[in-house]
């Protein structure tokens, strides 16, 4: 089968981490959540993958280039146009860009069933299986569904079938009190070529609030195919994502498995790490070329990326510095997200030096600052 990945959303629930890095590219385990699904989508036979793109484009084409380092040919669909010099941007929404590609060419990319999967995910479900029960249910669309605690079903769209998991209806985010389930939708489609027809062209379309409902209302067998919530890990805001990396150096997915190497027990580190300090408790990753000075207090699951200093006295525990990142002397960083001059809690908000000092965090490459 074929794939198309979604990675032209502008992940705005993510900022301020996606006012420089696109929402696919940001990294879990130290590599990007959209190589988590070109590895997945690999290992189950997938080959050929589009991928739609706008904003950043341009970093996720350098990473994942023709495809070739991952055993795949991937290729591009930008959604966007140069005017008067300038990228302007032109989303055409999830399924608008399925349309695009289809209608790139005269013969059509998606020739027979196809995958789309957003690209702010990590899966570890088995999809031969979910390629099966969509076979043998004859639907045009199956979507995968997961079971989600009942406080948590507003972040998605919500599916509602019935006893045969046929869908019967589609809620678009609605609040706890209003959902009419708890199965909500992965963001992970199979789909058969002649659903594009019923997607416009050149405007901008949507999965889930516009197809469909259009393939409910025309009475087209739309099939839910549920995976246990274990198996899915969404990164959709900042708190997700703080969570998916808590979950993921705990080991929630079996088949992620931890870099670099373990020097002690649920201690890692990537090559030529200075580490001066013992008092650090796993799960923890400290990456290549990074110093941790003496009376620096770690207690994990915290993530330090490569070549970042945190300095004497300072104390992380349960947090993400991204690669570089500079943490003051006796500074303190809990459930947090250091990157570049920004510290955010696990929710997004800013936060502050308590002695209001605004060189607390920073960039380790910057030698003014040692």
Request: net charge negative; charged share 20%.
């Amino acid at each position: 089968m074929k794939a198309m990945i979604l990675a032209a959303g502008k992940g705005t629930r993510l900022q301020p981490l996606t006012h420089t890095i696109p929402k696919p590219m940001i990294p879990l385990l130290g590599k990007p959540v959209m190589e988590f699904l070109v590895e997945h989508l690999k290992a189950y036979g997938t080959r050929k993958i589009m991928v739609n793109t706008h904003h950043l484009a341009d970093s996720i084409k350098n990473y994942f280039g023709n495809g070739k380092q991952f055993g795949v040919e991937i290729g591009y669909s930008f959604e966007g146009s140069l005017q008067d010099g300038e990228i302007v941007a032109q989303p055409l929404g999830s399924a608008g860009g399925i349309k695009r590609i289809q209608d790139f060419c005269e013969t059509g990319f998606f020739d027979d069933t196809f995958w789309v999967v957003c690209g702010d995910a990590v899966i570890d479900f088995d999809l031969t299986q979910v390629q099966r029960q969509h076979d043998r249910s004859n639907a045009v669309a199956s979507i995968v569904v997961a079971e989600v605690p009942k406080e948590r079903v507003s972040r998605y769209g919500v599916v509602i079938c019935d006893e045969n998991y046929r869908i019967t209806d589609f809620q678009e985010k609605p609040s706890a009190e209003e959902a009419k389930s708890n199965l909500v939708n992965t963001g992970v489609y199979v789909f058969e070529p002649e659903i594009i027809d019923l997607i416009p062209q050149a405007e901008e379309y949507d999965i889930g609030s516009q197809l469909i409902p259009a393939m409910l209302k025309k009475c087209l067998p739309v099939n839910a195919i549920s995976v246990p919530y274990s198996q899915w890990i969404d990164i959709g805001q900042i708190s997700d994502y703080w969570e998916a990396n808590q979950d993921l150096m705990r080991g929630r997915l079996k088949s992620v498995v931890m870099p670099g190497t373990e020097q002690e027990q649920g201690i890692y580190t990537g090559l030529n790490v200075n580490i001066a300090s013992d008092q650090i408790e796993g799960p923890v990753y400290i990456g290549s070329g990074t110093s941790i000075e003496p009376g620096c207090e770690i207690y994990g699951p915290t993530w330090i990326g490569d070549g970042c200093h945190v300095q004497s006295g300072a104390c992380i525990s349960r947090s993400i510095l991204f690669d570089y990142s500079r943490l003051g002397p006796q500074s303190r960083v809990k459930e947090s997200l250091v990157f570049g001059r920004y510290c955010v809690d696990k929710d997004g908000n800013h936060v502050p030096d308590p002695e209001g000092n605004l060189d607390w965090v920073g960039d380790a490459r910057d030698g003014s600052a040692s």
